[in-house]
């Protein structure tokens, strides 16, 4: 009995060799008779009374007598013949007229079910056809084992069952319909295919006999090699596949961008690459892939991307504006299997940053402020002071810093807003990340006072803004703090601003941690390295010594026992001129045109104990010289308004107040205390008598006169014009207040604020100046490295280090290059074919 292709069971042994010699040709044909016979029964499924020794015999004999090649060519010919009556007949009977309009594209009037069912009937005809001449082909190679170990390995031919499958590739699958040019192949294909489109407009289809019929075309070959390139999968299916798929998939995308928007396309697109991926595991085959997904990469999404994220409403614009999380992902997921570089989403997502930053910057620069009251100064609360119940209306500089603080706020949430959606939806691709890093950067560089708003926003957290906050919150104010500070190029300018809004916190007593404030200084130095921070590092070792030096000279007057003295309590502040910019804190005001300081004439007790501090304080330092600025610092004094005859209530008593003011606030009323009740002095005797700068007597009169709050003067004419030459003030003994510690007005120019247009082109000039000198020396420092360098390639260095600070002027470096020359630190090499320089000792 005959079961199958056998590998194990008992040993055959081969017929005796002295039986065999001697045969005639007559002798192969009834050998092959023998093997014909068996032949037919097997692939009648009768092999079950068949001998398999017996044929295996006649096999065997037939070899022996070196008669393999008439063998070989016979059961070839026996299977053609078998295909050609059998197998062929039953596969045309199931080729109707509908599955030839299919294959040759007219389906007009054909239901999707009747196609699916004549398709299956097709499909399953030629998979038993199949699978019957893998079974007889099986059980027949067996049976000429022999055959196949010596006569095809002799002569190099392909084993039985090789050109078996060779013979049903080329009758069966490329027999040629009756009537037309079809093979049957065409109709394979195109029922296969119909099928797929069927089932990819949401049709049910017997995928099982699809892969059966798949299964077949990836083994069968081109050619008896059986090259894995050739198999007929690929070389025949595969290609009518992927081209039906790519047709099939642009009508799609053409439908989808006409009649959908990009939220639907995002979802097919991902639905049919999850589709065609399962299609290669149970319907067709895994080698199909990487192919069918880079169809649809290409014609669902790179064909049309920009369209698409073009769309309004529902494209990467709306995406962004309307936080479409899910939507986003896909398109990440998307972009990223036709880019490596996400080069449309990395453009779309910065052309959004920049649009929506470029829409905060002019909310703000197109901001009018001058519609708000002006006023010579901004109030503060006082300790104990008078709350008035209405709402304080703000002054121009005061709403105009609120705007910087809110320019701020709206990059740090714009900020935020792109890196949620980068963590949540473009898994925190660094290449996103730089792009979006170098978006925000543009923009915020766009702004010409980004330096001084970022730097007012750190002020105004470190003035209060983390009060009461934890040091996970404080941590996180100081990231966006830095990492505003990461995006700024013109980091000079922010180290000019930052140094002035830390002065006035320090001197002040503005900030609310020095412990932050020095956290803030180290992560800078991180950022920024030490040239930026030295100074400001400078500034806490000045406030330091000062707390010492005003306990030792504390101790000190105490020690001397001096009553007179004791009276007044020094509080000093002793600052390094180098570390502090005192331009930007009011001593451009308190020197004359020549440069020279304007030297305040101090009262006759503050003169004694400046003489006294300064004996204390150069005692243990010779050498230093000390400058008092009248500028800065403050002073409380202790005010006695006597009971005014004839009055009633308050007025008709004595009355004490502690009134803190600026330093030439103190300068100013101590010239009161020696008038007779009723005498009155000129501005121009003030300004006389104490020496201090009519723009800061005028400011701190006006304080003094004017504003409610602190109005300890009387001026005539009593209007609320800024003091100017001619008014007269007098001691007003009618001030009333319910607060018995009273704080005067802070002046402009003592508190952060935006600066002004004129101070901020000020600003700009004195930063454009330092400018020049930095950049000289590093011109200096590398020339003097190089000796002689082009002017391209000096130029470019220069850039090269300069780049971490700011972003240096072509022409102001020309005019460098060309002061230099003038005071002969370089020279130009005449000689030289292009521009060159060279160093001069």
């Known amino acids: 009995m005959i079961s199958g292709r056998g590998r194990g069971g008992g040993r055959i042994r081969p017929p005796r060799r002295q039986g065999m010699i001697g045969g005639d040709a007559g002798d192969f044909e009834t050998q092959w008779d023998i093997l014909r016979s068996a032949l037919r029964e097997i692939h009648t499924k009768n092999a079950s009374t068949l001998s398999f020794e017996q044929i295996y015999r006649a096999s065997y004999k037939i070899v022996l007598k070196k008669q393999g090649d008439k063998l070989y060519d016979r059961v070839k010919e026996f299977e053609e013949q078998w295909f050609g009556t059998v197998v062929m007949p039953k596969i045309r009977s199931l080729i ?104 990819r407009d949401g049709d049910v289809t017997n995928k099982a006999i699809i892969r059966s019929c798949i299964y077949m075309l990836e083994g069968l070959y081109e050619s008896d090699e059986e090259n894995e390139t050739e198999k007929l999968y690929l070389t025949t299916f595969e290609p009518a596949f992927l081209k039906a798929s790519r047709e099939f ?90 880019d490596p570089s996400k080069e449309p989403l990395k453009a779309a997502l910065s052309d959004r940053v920049v649009e929506l930053g470029k829409e905060i910057n002019k909310t703000i620069e197109s901001t009018n402020f001058s519609n708000a009251p002006e006023a010579g100064e901004e109030g503060e609360a006082a300790e104990g002071g008078e709350k008035s119940k209405a709402p304080k209306q703000q002054s121009a500089a005061a709403k105009a810093t609120a705007a910087a603080i809110r ?94 809004h830390l002065a006035r916190r320090l001197l002040h007593g503005k900030s609310e941690s020095a412990d932050v404030e020095k956290q803030m200084i180290s992560r800078m130095k991180l950022e920024i390295g030490n040239s930026f921070t030295t100074k400001l590092e400078g500034m806490f070792k000045d406030m330091a010594m000062s707390e010492d030096l005003t306990s030792g000279y504390r101790t000190h007057i105490q020690n001397l026992g001096d009553l007179d003295r004791k009276q007044i309590d020094l509080g000093i502040n002793v600052l390094t001129m180098n570390y502090w910019p005192m331009e930007s804190m009011g001593s451009n005001n308190s020197r004359r045109d020549d440069g020279t300081q304007i030297v305040c004439n101090w009262p006759n007790e503050i003169h004694l104990l400046q003489e006294s501090f300064k004996a204390f304080y150069l005692k243990e330092r010779n050498g230093r010289k000390l400058t008092w600025l009248g500028f800065l610092g403050s002073a409380d004094i202790k ?167 700011f972003k240096p002027d072509i022409g102001m470096m020309k005019r460098r290059v060309e002061s230099l020359i003038e005071r002969e630190y370089l020279e130009r090499v005449e000689s030289a074919e292009v521009s060159t320089y060279a160093y001069l000792a």
């Open 96 to 199: 109707t007229s509908n599955l030839v309009n299919i294959t040759l594209g007219a389906v007009t009037g054909i239901t999707a079910n009747e196609r699916r069912m004549t398709g299956e009937e097709f499909l399953k005809g030629l998979k038993a056809s199949w699978e019957d001449h893998i079974t007889t082909m099986n059980m027949t190679t067996d049976v000429l084992m022999y055959m196949d170990r010596v006569y095809c390995t002799d002569n190099r031919k392909a084993s039985i069952f090789t050109t078996s499958m060779g013979l049903f590739r080329d009758h069966i699958l490329r027999s040629q319909l009756t009537g037309s040019d079809l093979i049957t192949f065409d109709i394979l294909n195109s029922v296969i295919l119909d099928m797929i489109e069927m089932e």
């Open 407 to 500: 320019w701020v706020d709206e990059v740090l949430t714009l900020k935020d807003k792109f890196d949620n959606m980068w963590k949540t939806c473009m898994n925190e691709d660094l290449i996103l990340q730089t792009a979006l890093t170098k978006s925000f950067s543009d923009f915020i560089n766009l702004f010409p006072r980004c330096s001084e708003y970022v730097s007012l926003f750190i002020d105004s957290n470190l003035k209060g803004g983390i009060k009461g906050k934890t040091e996970t919150e404080i941590d996180a104010v100081l990231d966006k703090a830095t990492t505003l500070l990461r995006y700024i190029q013109d980091k000079d300018m922010f180290e000019r601003y930052y140094k002035k």
């Open 249 to 338: 998939y642009q009508k799609e995308c053409t439908t989808l961008l006409r009649d959908s928007d990009a939220s639907t396309w995002l979802r097919q697109t991902k639905k049919r690459l999850v589709e065609e991926e399962t299609r290669t595991q149970t319907t067709i085959s895994m080698l199909t892939s990487q192919k069918i997904a880079k169809v649809i990469e290409t014609e669902m999404i790179s064909s049309h991307l920009n369209e698409f994220l073009a769309m309004e409403g529902s494209g990467i614009k709306a995406m962004i504006e309307n936080d479409r999380y899910e939507d986003l992902t896909f398109l990440y997921q998307l972009i990223s299997r036709v």
């Open 639 to 805: 005010c006695v308004f006597p009971k005014i005859p004839g009055k009633e209530g308050v007025l008709g008593r004595e009355r004490r107040h502690e009134i803190n003011v600026p330093t030439y606030g103190m300068v100013i009323l101590l010239l009161f205390n020696d008038l007779a009740e009723g005498e009155t002095l000129s501005f121009e005797e003030i300004q006389s008598r104490t020496n201090i700068p009519n723009q800061d007597l005028a400011r701190m009169l006006h304080t003094l006169s004017v504003l409610p709050k602190a109005k300890v003067l009387t001026k005539d004419p009593a209007n609320k014009e800024l003091p100017k030459a001619g008014d007269k003030f007098g001691f007003n003994s009618s001030f009333t207040s319910k607060a018995v510690r009273i704080k005067a007005p802070v002046m402009l120019g003592a508190v952060n604020r935006v600066e002004g247009d004129e101070e901020h082109r000020e600003t700009k000039d004195r930063n454009d100046e330092h400018r020049g000198n930095v950049i000289d020396t590093v011109i200096v420092r590398i020339m003097k490295a190089r000796k002689t360098l082009q002017h391209t390639q000096l130029f470019s260095e220069v850039i090269s280090q300069l780049a971490a600070r």
